[in-house]
């Protein structure tokens, strides 16, 4: 399916097209019926001689209603210009051409209509006109096909030139990231919101969670409907009608977006591209109250020039952009940029970062990865996904940086590593990306949270003391001369236990804990710190310890002087 605009001056044929076209008049409101006028966007859909289905949003051309205009071009793929032949080349013909154009459009049919009003040369020099206002657009070189939409004579051949443009129009891809920019709001006859739109950037399905944007309310899609048939899923690049639940009609609105959670970076700030249209008489700077046009969405901007004090008309430049509202943007998303007190269109653009974190004055803005990393030096893989829509392998565990931050972090990490000496590094100390770091290089060992040479043997592994100590079983003895910083290493690695000042291994207290097992198994209602003692054959000093480490551990527990099982006690 593709979602095709019309476009054109005002009375030029564009409603009347697409009612011949389709069957379906785009004009709903008895007022556009009683003025024969388009004033807000209309909505039908065909299926072309291939088989192939088209959907047509068809626009009002009247400069007052322009900006119903623009919210109805924010997500289509192609677009079907209709000049009439009658007049040839006016004011909004022109204005719609620049707006698509600055939209990105790149594929379009145009409609000379009103052919059974002129004669054989004025056709010819109507075609001309369009021939001539079109060179360097991206409708030089598109199908020109004259039609009398009334009799329906050249409707076949403008067909067939639609059933190669749907074939060589490429379709919206699948970023598994829907967003639908909502154009129409109404209650359900029976409950829920409808919403209408075309889907744009992934999948929505059946019973699926959805966020409305800004304001983040939740809903759920009770059903989805497109060219007037229920299904159960639906891809981008389709007009779509969803019945929400969980929203009310009167809490959103066109221009509003719905997408699946989590899957967008909510922004009210923007650096992005402006180019600045040449037949402009006065530069732009950040003096104006200017009005953005992106998806379905009229949003006032606060503006200021990056780079320059203002752009020239005909220049190409950067702006940053500031919203009232937080919306779901990615890179790459169109706009257009009017200025409501003159009431003109000013330019277009692209939106090149959705999280400018550069000052303005130094910004730079453009659609690089590699800036967003490097201007933040490392960043988690999934927020870079956000800030991108891009897909980016790790460069470290779930962390992205610059070749030159990597090096510069392994190194540092190795010296820190070799300044630790014996001990090692403690690397729950350190910050996560040179924790994925340290774990990532070869010639490191992370063994029990300590950073290490690889080709040091590891000092604690099979440490002496710990021999000794677990030699010493219930009654361990500690030497004289042990070191301090030794016997904390190999507690803190769980090798060893410190309790009340005594030292066993951990070996002795799992066999501790089974003797308790023992003991109860046998006398039920609990055991007394002497039986233990008795048990482990060692003097109470030992036995008191122990008893506290199995209280601790929640092997045993206290009641009175007896001891009891505990939560923790291990079973045969
Ligand atoms: N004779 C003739 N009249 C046409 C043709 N196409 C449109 N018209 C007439 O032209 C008038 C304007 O047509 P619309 O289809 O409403 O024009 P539009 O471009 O949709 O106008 P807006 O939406 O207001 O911009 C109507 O009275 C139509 O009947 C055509 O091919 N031949
Ligand atoms: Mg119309």
């Known amino acids: 399916m593709r979602v095709v605009a019309t476009a054109g001056h005002v009375d030029h044929g564009k409603s009347s097209l697409v009612l011949a076209l389709t069957g379906t008049d785009p004009d709903r409101f008895d007022e556009e019926k009683e003025r024969g006028l388009t004033i807000d966007l209309g909505f039908a859909h065909a299926e072309l001689p291939s088989g192939a289905g088209v959907s047509f949003i ?7 209603f322009l900006r119903n205009m623009l919210a109805g071009v924010g997500g289509v793929d192609a677009c079907l210009f209709v000049v009439a032949a009658t007049e040839g080349w006016k004011p909004q013909s022109e204005e719609h051409l620049r707006i698509l154009e600055l939209l990105g459009l790149r594929h379009g049919v145009i409609a000379l209509t009103k052919r059974d009003l002129v004669d054989d040369e004025s056709l010819e020099i109507a075609t001309f006109d369009v021939t001539d206002h079109v060179e360097g657009t991206f409708l030089d070189g598109a199908p020109i096909v004259a039609v009398d939409s009334l009799s329906g004579a050249g409707l076949d051949e403008l067909r067939a030139a639609l059933d190669e443009l749907v074939a060589t129009t490429p379709g919206a891809a699948d970023r598994g990231r829907p967003r639908l920019w909502i154009d129409r709001v109404f209650a ?13 950037g992934g999948s929505l399905a059946h019973d699926g969670g959805v966020v409305v944007e800004p304001g983040g309310r939740e809903a759920r899609i009770r059903a989805i409907q497109t060219l007037g048939r229920q299904v159960d899923q639906i891809g981008p690049g389709n007009r779509v009608a969803l019945n929400l639940n969980g929203v009310s009609h009167d809490e959103i609105g066109r221009g509003d977006a719905v997408v699946t959670p989590d899957r967008w970076f909510r922004t009210s700030r923007v650096d992005a591209s402006l180019d600045v249209l040449a037949s402009l008489d006065h530069e732009v700077s950040r003096r104006g109250a200017y009005v953005a046009y992106l998806g379905s969405r009229e949003l006032p901007v ?3 020039v990056l780079g320059t004090d203002a752009l020239a008309p005909g220049a190409a430049g950067a702006v940053r952009m500031f919203f009232e509202d937080a919306l779901p943007l990615l ?11 003159r009431d ?14 550069s000052k303005a004055a130094a910004a730079r803005p453009d659609r690089s990865i590699e800036r967003v990393v490097a201007e933040r030096g490392w960043i988690d893989v999934d927020r870079l996904e956000l800030l991108t829509g891009e897909t980016i392998e790790p460069t470290v565990g779930r962390w992205v940086t610059t070749p ?13 590593i070799d300044a630790a000496g014996d001990l090692g590094l403690d690397i729950a100390a350190l910050p996560e990306h040179e924790r994925a770091v340290a774990e990532s290089l070869d010639e490191v060992d992370v063994v029990a949270g300590t950073a290490r040479r690889a080709d040091v043997v590891d000092p604690f592994a099979d440490h002496p003391l710990a021999a000794k100590i677990l030699d010493g079983r219930f009654a361990p003895e500690l030497p004289a001369d042990a070191d301090r910083g030794t016997i904390r290493e190999l507690v803190r690695r769980g090798i060893l236990v410190e309790r009340d000042k005594v030292v066993f291994h951990s070996d002795t207290i799992d066999e501790a804990a089974w003797l308790a097992a023992d003991l109860l198994a046998s006398s039920p209602d609990g055991f007394t710190v002497a039986q233990f003692r008795d048990r482990t054959g060692a003097s109470r000093k030992y036995a008191l310890p122990l008893v506290a480490e199995l209280d601790a551990r929640g092997i045993t527990r206290r009641r009175d002087d007896l001891r009891i099982a505990g939560p923790r006690l291990p079973e045969r």
């Open 58 to 64: 068809d626009v009002p051309g009247h400069i007052r």
């Open 188 to 200: 359900a006859k029976g409950s829920g919101t409808v919403v209408t739109g075309t889907l744009v």
């Open 302 to 304: 606060r503006m200021r």
């Open 331 to 341: 890179p790459g998303d169109r706009f257009i940029l009017r200025e409501s007190g």
């Open 344 to 357: 003109e269109t000013i330019g277009g653009g692209e939106i090149l970062d959705v999280d400018p974190i």
């Open 404 to 416: 030159d931050l990597l090096v510069a972090t392994q190194e540092g990490l190795l010296a820190d």
